[in-house]
């Protein structure tokens, strides 16, 4: 296979979910993210996010990759791999650094965020990302970039992001086992956020909620800055079982039925509606008022919707999200899902598409390519840093320092300058004193 350009400026992200694996080819450049590539298979491995069966992951991700990199026409070796589950934890802590030069320079906020990372947390988990969500320097507070400020104190508010490491470590594996490198594991929904987000729905305030298969993502925007991150243990298949269940009709069809025929608010369904479900061992299809499947669907959204505003009252956010909530992942599909979340959450709810981007943008027109795209976003940004100047001294260089020249006392000559018989003189203490000696 040709390589387009060289192959740090190609970046993959790899979008390992519960139902599906996504892999988002992109060609980073000056001018933004280029698509070159898609490649979206089934997956059977995760179970709420989290590996189950790293055979079946292994196989997912290899055909995932290869159509990717067949259609994107490059060869894919490093990716940037999203993680979720219920074992992903958020906590807040604080820094404080001195400032060394009277000016905050890179070196100092690398510093500052490694004193808000030493905190101690449990042996089997590790920190993921540390977050800022503001800077201060001396008394001045709400700061978002302090590099080139005067102070001498430095510090920082985060939310540290922590996750289980033997379910990071098994999606690292699972990716190795491709013949992949990871360059970098990431919380999903900060991805998806990255993918969907303005930054004016940022500085107001606004809620990304990520529904995928397995689990639903919260993560919330104030300022600026992440405000809170948690995981609901409930998704898209928890819909799905319900109607295998309440239905009697096989899981595959149940899905089926769900993407089809499935609605989120049951008044919206017309009384005529009527859906075939296959029967399951054997009986016969019958015919089923589709608002049947409403009934089912919407205790299971609302109880969803329910526990995702009393996250955000739990932690006192529900009145600074001004700019509404986001809704991104598949299961946000379903006919009445933004309408069923305004009356819920008491606030504007939109689909979150990705954004930003160029190429054949079309095949990740979604929000359940928010993820992979959002991983992109991440991988380009971490380029764009890498590529960037650290700036470790002042930024005006100082003024040429003025040095004195030396001035030697003539009462204290130096030795090495001295004749060697003056020397040894000294040494035997003098002429004089050897008289004095010898006379006495």
Request: negative net charge; aromatic residues 2%; charged residues 25%.
């Amino acid at each position: 296979m040709k390589s387009r350009m060289d192959q740090s400026e190609i970046v993959v992200g790899l979008d390992i979910g519960t139902t599906k694996v996504s892999a988002v080819v992109g060609e980073v450049d000056d001018d933004g993210i280029t698509i070159l590539g898609v490649g979206n298979v089934p997956c059977r491995g995760l179970r709420k996010g989290i590996v189950a069966n790293i055979d079946w992951t292994v196989r997912s991700i290899a055909e995932a990759i290869e159509a990717a990199q067949t259609m994107a026409g490059v060869e894919i070796r490093t990716v940037y791999a999203g993680v979720a589950g219920n074992h992903i934890r958020g906590q807040s802590s604080d820094g404080v650094v001195a400032v060394g030069a009277g000016e905050v320079t890179d070196v100092d906020v690398d510093r500052v965020l490694e004193g808000a990372r030493a905190i101690p947390i449990d042996a089997d988990r590790q920190i993921l990302h540390a977050l800022p969500r503001e800077f201060t320097v001396d008394n001045q507070d709400g700061i978002r970039d302090p590099v080139g400020m005067s102070g001498v104190r430095l510090g920082v508010k985060v939310n540290l992001i922590t996750a289980a490491t033997s379910c990071v470590q098994n999606v690292v594996r699972c990716a190795e086992r491709c013949g992949l490198t990871v360059a970098d594991v990431v919380l999903e929904p900060l991805a998806s956020a990255e993918a969907v987000l303005s930054e004016d729905e940022k500085e107001i305030g606004v809620a990304v909620i990520d529904i995928g298969g397995g689990t639903t993502d919260l993560l919330i925007y104030v300022d600026g800055g992440i405000a809170h991150a948690s995981v609901i243990p409930a998704g898209g298949n928890n819909v799905t079982a319900d109607l295998a269940a309440g239905l009697r009709t096989p899981m595959a069809e149940a899905e089926r039925l769900k993407r089809n025929f499935g609605c989120a608010l049951g008044r919206m369904v017309a009384d005529d509606e009527e859906v075939e479900v296959p029967g399951v061992g054997g009986h016969p299809p019958r015919k089923v008022p589709r608002r049947v499947l409403s009934d089912i669907i919407e205790p299971r959204i609302e109880e969803i919707f329910a526990v995702i505003r009393k996250r955000i009252e739990d932690a006192g956010l529900l009145d600074q999200l001004a700019a509404g909530a986001v809704l991104t992942g598949g299961a946000v599909l379903m006919e009445g899902m933004s309408e069923f979340a305004e009356e819920i959450l008491g606030m504007p709810v939109r689909l979150g598409v990705p954004v930003g981007m160029r190429g054949i943008t079309q095949l990740v027109a979604g929000p359940q390519y928010a993820t992979g795209v959002g991983l992109l976003h991440y991988g380009a940004s971490q380029l764009r840093q890498a590529r960037e100047p650290r700036v470790l001294v002042e930024s005006s260089p100082p003024p040429p320092r003025q040095t004195a020249p030396r001035v030697t006392a003539p009462s204290r000559p130096d030795r090495r300058e001295m004749p060697e018989e003056s020397v040894v003189e000294k040494r035997q203490g003098g002429r004089f004193w050897n008289w004095l000696r010898a006379a006495f």
